[in-house]
């Protein structure tokens, strides 16, 4: 959909403004200016495309977005504290609006060969390893507008055979001004052979009426390396979250990608994940959680390129009010990867009568020495698994709040880190109607 003349001037002033004094390295001035002439070519997806069938970004196009301004955001010390898990003791960098804040972060050392710190910051030194993940693809419309507008975000590279023992936090907030606000955070994780890593990306905000968050996650794990990735969406309920996350493996590394996504009026996760080794492994984990009218929304594939990769993806939503589900995986299976195992699964629970889920798992297989599944269910709660808890003395709200409990924490229990999975148990029993009732009862002694 080809961008009106008002919005097509006001994207034009947006990327000036974050050009200014920012024209170098000369590939990433190139790299920009191919992106905005794609955008403003192209403009936001309609539900005309058949990847946004099902997700009207209308209400984005609609809104007015400036650059978020530079600042302190509100943001303190104490508030990033209260955020975090409580055994957070690794590094945790911070940005603001989309921009590093030195003042909030906890830096701390690192193994020889890993490097952390400001993508804005590193991009002039390190040209090399940056411009592949800048000029990956697939790209859209966002991912377009992220590369034209993006003005910081985290740079970490691991070096041949380095582990980094503890999780390393990436902490993004956003908070509103006087007039809507748009930040564009741009992530790039490059993991060296046979390097291990956890990298835990959050993202929240204190103030955020007509928000956009468009941001994209770039990870490249080489030969035998191990890249555990968390994404974590708390955005507040006007928000608008889009995100991209696109992963390159070689052979036999190990890539795990956990998503929560819990807050945002809109928001909308694309996966795309290439086994481009032989021997690769992908863990795709992710769980939704709707009420009210919120639209979510995830896209996943995963593309098996080399043999004898394996793959395995587990979504699950539950869904309250009027809100709305929508889950697209595919599979692809190219004609190469024989002896490929993949498997996916999403399920949808429907609390309430006027929610709606709409699950499209797909397979494309090119090869003939495969072993691949898929499913996908939606539906409301088991009443006979609803009587049957009643009839051990518990309350129908506390009942089905239980089974919504369980059918949540089969994604939760594949979380590696104590204290993400902790802290999420502990939300998901807060967004569950009677928790208190909840907690009581998983707590009984047998």
């Known amino acids: 959909m080809t961008l009106p003349a008002e919005a097509r001037d006001r994207y034009l002033a947006a990327f000036e403004e974050a050009m200014d004094g920012k024209g170098r390295p000369a590939w990433l001035r190139r790299l920009r200016d191919e992106a905005k002439e794609r955008f403003l070519a192209a403009g936001f997806p309609s539900v005309k495309n058949e990847d946004w069938k099902y997700t009207s970004v209308a209400g984005i196009e609609e809104q007015r977005f400036g650059l978020a301004p530079p600042g302190d955001g509100g943001f303190s010390p104490s508030a990033v504290a209260g955020i975090l898990p409580g055994d957070a003791a690794g590094n945790v960098l911070v940005f603001a609006n989309g921009r590093y804040r030195a003042d909030l972060s906890v830096r701390r050392p690192l193994p020889s060969g890993a490097h952390l710190g400001s993508l804005s910051e590193s991009l002039s030194g390190e040209g090399e390893v940056l411009v592949p993940c800048f000029s990956r693809s697939p790209a859209n419309s966002f991912t377009d507008l992220n590369t034209?507008?993006?003005?910081?975000?985290?740079?970490?590279?691991?070096?041949?055979?380095?582990?980094?023992?503890?999780?390393?936090?990436?902490?993004?907030?956003?908070?509103?001004?006087?007039?809507?606000?748009?930040?564009?955070?741009?992530?790039?994780?490059?993991a060296g052979e046979g390097s291990r890593v956890t990298v835990v990306e959050r993202y929240g905000g204190i103030s955020d009426a007509g928000c956009l968050v468009n941001a994209v996650t770039d990870i490249a794990a080489g030969r035998a390396s191990t890249v555990i990735h968390y994404r974590i969406q708390e955005d507040g309920q006007d928000a608008f979250h889009i995100a991209s996350l696109r992963a390159r493996q070689g052979a036999g590394s190990r890539f795990a990608a956990h998503s929560v996504s819990l807050g945002a009026r809109l928001s909308r996760s694309d996966v795309h994940a290439v086994l481009d080794g032989e021997g690769a492994?992908?863990?795709?984990?992710?769980?939704?959680?709707?009420?009210?009218?919120?639209?979510?929304?995830?896209?996943?594939?995963?593309?098996?390129?080399?043999?004898?990769?394996?793959?395995?993806?587990?979504?699950?939503?539950?869904?309250?009010?009027?809100?709305?589900?929508?889950?697209?995986?595919?599979?692809?299976?190219?004609?190469?990867?024989?002896?490929?195992?993949?498997?996916?699964?999403?399920?949808?629970?429907?609390?309430?009568?006027?929610?709606?889920?709409?699950?499209?798992?797909?397979?494309?297989?090119?090869?003939?020495?495969?072993?691949?599944?898929?499913?996908?269910?939606?539906?409301?709660?088991?009443?006979?698994?609803?009587?049957?808890?009643?009839?051990?003395?518990?309350?129908?709200?506390?009942?089905?709040?239980?089974?919504?409990?369980?059918?949540?924490?089969?994604?939760?229990?594949?979380?590696?880190?104590?204290?993400?999975?902790?802290?999420?148990?502990?939300?998901?029993?807060?967004?569950?109607?009677?928790?208190?009732?909840?907690?009581?009862?998983?707590?009984?002694?047998?």
């Open 148 to 190: 034209m507008l993006m003005e910081d975000g985290a740079f970490l590279h691991i070096g041949e055979g380095v582990e980094v023992s503890e999780p390393i936090h990436l902490l993004f907030l956003t908070s509103g001004g006087e007039r809507p606000v748009m930040s564009h955070p741009r992530n790039v994780i490059v």
């Open 281 to 446: 492994t992908c863990l795709l984990n992710g769980l939704y959680l709707g009420n009210g009218e919120q639209h979510v929304d995830h896209f996943t594939t995963i593309d098996h390129a080399k043999p004898e990769g394996s793959s395995r993806e587990y979504y699950r939503g539950i869904l309250d009010g009027r809100s709305r589900g929508v889950f697209r995986g595919r599979v692809i299976v190219r004609k190469d990867a024989q002896k490929t195992d993949a498997r996916q699964a999403n399920g949808n629970l429907l609390l309430s009568r006027e929610a709606e889920a709409d699950s499209r798992p797909q397979l494309e297989i090119h090869a003939d020495d495969v072993k691949c599944t898929h499913g996908a269910t939606v539906g409301p709660l088991d009443e006979e698994k609803v009587f049957y808890i009643r009839s051990r003395g518990i309350d129908d709200s506390s009942a089905r709040g239980l089974l919504a409990y369980a059918f949540a924490a089969d994604i939760l229990r594949r979380f590696d880190l104590p204290g993400v999975r902790r802290t999420f148990e502990e939300k998901l029993l807060a967004w569950l109607p009677d928790a208190g009732r909840i907690r009581e009862f998983l707590h009984e002694p047998e």
